[in-house]
Structures are given as C-alpha cells and as structure tokens.
C-alpha cells in the first residue's frame, strides 16, 4: 500500500507540474474550448439559442454565461485517474485501456456538471455556488474513485493479486 | 453471478455525500474552525514581520498585515492603506464530508473512531490551501508594491503559486480518498479476492 502511495504521488506531481507548464497548456486551453463546445452540442436539441465561444458558455438572451476554468475542465481529475491506474500493479494494455475509458468516463460526467452548473446559476446564484465550489467537486472525485474500483474490478484474474498495493 | 459490490457502495456513497456536505456547509464555523485557527498559527509563526492578525468570522478568514498598499495620487491624501487578505476556508476544506460519506458508505469497523482520526489529520492539507491561497493574495494578486515588502524572492513566488495550485486543485479531494483508502486497507484486497471468487463461480466444474 505504501509503495503505490508513494509511487502515485510521484506520478501525480509529475504530471501536475507537467499541467502547469506552457506545453502543458497548449494542450488544456484547446481541450476546454471543445469541451464548451461538447456542452454546448450536448443541450442543443432542446435548447438551441445557447453559444460556445472559446471557453465560454452564454445564453445570449438573459447574457448569461458561464467559462470553464482550471479545476472545472477535468483534467485534474483525469491526471489524477492516470497517475492511480499507473501506480497499481497490473498489466500495461489494462492500464492504457483503462486510462482511455476511465478519461472517457469522467470527461463525460464533467459535461454533465458543465451544463448543470450552466443552467443553476440561471436559476439561483446561492445554489450554484454550493453546487460549483462544494458539491461537483466532490462528485467529480467520486466518479474518479468509482471508475478506479471498478477498473481494479475488471483486471484480468491472473494479475488481479494486490501485491505491493 | 452474484451483484457488482461497488454498485451498491457507490450508490452509498453518493447518498451519503450530499447529506455530508449540507450538514458540513451548515456548521461551516465548527468544522472549518481548525484549519482556520491552524492557518492563523502558521501565517503568525512564518511571517512575524508582517502579519497583524488573522481573524476567523462566519465563512471568512482575514489576514490582516502591515504591508501599506499604494495610493492612487490624490485620493486619500496622507492616509495609509494596509494589505487584508481574505480566503474562504470552505473552498478547501469539503474534503472532509466527502470522506465522511466514503466512510460511512463503507460500513467499516470503528467508523467513528476514523472519523475522528481523519478530520485531525486533514486539517494540515486543509491549511496548507488556506496559507498558500492567503499567501498567493500578498505575493502575487496585491502586485510588486505590496510583493517588494515581503521580502519573497522571484522563485519563493513561483513556489507560492505551486503551492496555491496544489492545495486549490489537488490536494482538497486526493487528500481525503487517500486517507479513506490507508485507513480502509482491506478495501482493495476484499475487491479483488470477491473478483476472483466471483471469476470462479461463473466457470463450469470440471467434469
């Protein structure tokens, strides 16, 4: 248990930092763009006045909008994901498929929490606030965690001894 | 095939969260208290030279400095304006019902004694969040005027701002799975072993 600890702290600072970086930025701020845009695909069918520009969500209506902003795009969450498959013992593919779906997973829950937060801060500012500070971070982390288990779950049972975890 | 185990744990958890964070948002004084008093001791004991006072209201902390911010010419003519940083302490600090609901969702053994156990040792990740989002507002948001009186060196700014990103976007929510996993050890184990005994199951026996 130990081990992975310390070799997932390794890893998550190594990317974190890697985040932080311009190359690594060069990377982020177009991923949050086309994640406004996907939010924004996502609730055209039953509300098509709503615009994506750059990483900016509006109803041009009522002027409202809101911008995806570090710590609401999911790659924290993704980094931290990445460096928890990376960390436990268990065969490359598994933890490159699992990185795949798991990002694939937890980006999908953060388009959720995007056009949720979009359309509770159009309806009370009070709960937004909680749900954007408090609520979806924790939900996010969750769904993390969950994809996580359930990943450890679906290891192949050769492999799937917890060993040095 | 029996049931996927994570599915109810999981189904737990995400009724226990909300419950969790409402109760931890209503007494937001008590349960943020902590990690306010610890970040004022911190602030206070790191930086004597500047640091007034911290002060804990409601949802609020307050440093209060000695730093002089700069006067816009001809406004306020002969008065002096001190830097008073304020942080929400919430903002790192919803850890804690969060793993308050890993681990009642868990339904482990001598639940509350860890509950206990896990607030204490959060509030150290809890103020370094507090400190460095206080520290950020006097290094780097206030501008060079009020930087230069601090005495901060260009890579202890730098530091600062890894800090304050650390604690902002990492630290509130890795902390307390991490702790609710080193606390839970036999969770992972039991995953894996009800896997393979399950794997067993689904096979026919040999003739």
Not at chain 1, 120 to 133: K, P
Not at chain 2, 40 to 67: D, H, K, N, Y
Not at chain 2, 192 to 200: H, P, T
Request: with cysteine; glycine share 8%; charged share 10%.
């Amino acid at each position: 248990m130990l081990r992975f600890f310390l070799i997932f702290l390794v890893i998550l600072s190594g990317l974190f930092a890697a985040e932080l970086t311009p190359p690594g930025q060069a990377v982020v701020t177009p991923w949050t763009a086309i994640l406004a845009r996907l939010s924004v695909l996502a609730v055209s069918p039953f509300d098509p006045h709503v615009i994506a520009y750059g990483k900016v969500i509006q109803n041009p209506s009522s002027g409202f909008g809101v911008t995806i902003e570090a710590g609401c795009n999911a790659v924290e969450a993704s980094i931290i994901l990445i460096a928890a498959m990376l960390a436990f013992p268990a065969p490359w593919r598994h933890k490159v498929l699992g990185a795949a779906v798991g990002i694939l997973a937890v980006q999908g829950v953060n388009v959720l929490r995007i056009i949720s937060l979009f359309y509770l801060g159009q309806w009370r500012m009070d709960v937004f606030e909680f749900a954007h500070l408090y609520l979806w971070q924790a939900l996010i982390m969750l769904d993390v965690l969950v994809v996580w288990l359930i990943w450890i779950r679906a290891m192949p049972m050769q492999s799937a001894t917890p060993h040095g975890a | 095939m029996g049931r996927n185990p994570l599915y109810a744990f999981f189904l737990k958890a995400a009724l226990w969260l909300p419950l969790c964070l409402a109760l931890w948002y209503w007494k937001a004084e008590w349960f943020n208290g902590p990690a306010a008093i610890v970040s004022g001791w911190i602030m206070r004991g790191l930086f004597p030279g500047w640091v007034q006072a911290v002060e804990w209201s409601q949802r609020t902390i307050s440093l209060v400095t000695t730093l002089r911010v700069p006067m816009v010419p001809g406004v306020n003519e002969g008065k002096v304006a001190v830097m008073v940083a304020e942080a929400n302490p919430l903002l790192y600090t919803y850890g804690l019902p969060l793993f308050a609901a890993l681990l009642l969702a868990s339904g482990e053994a001598k639940r509350w004694r860890k509950l206990v156990l896990g607030a204490l040792v959060l509030i150290p990740f809890q103020a370094w969040g507090i400190c460095f989002d206080l520290l950020k507002q006097v290094a780097i948001t206030a501008g060079p005027a009020v930087a230069a009186q601090t005495g901060f060196s260009p890579w202890q700014r730098e530091s600062i701002a890894l800090g304050y990103q650390l604690g902002t976007l990492i630290l509130p929510t890795v902390a307390p799975v991490v702790l609710w996993l080193a606390l839970n050890r036999q969770f992972i184990p039991a995953l894996v072993l009800e896997r393979a005994l399950q794997g067993k199951g689904d096979f026919a026996p040999p003739p």
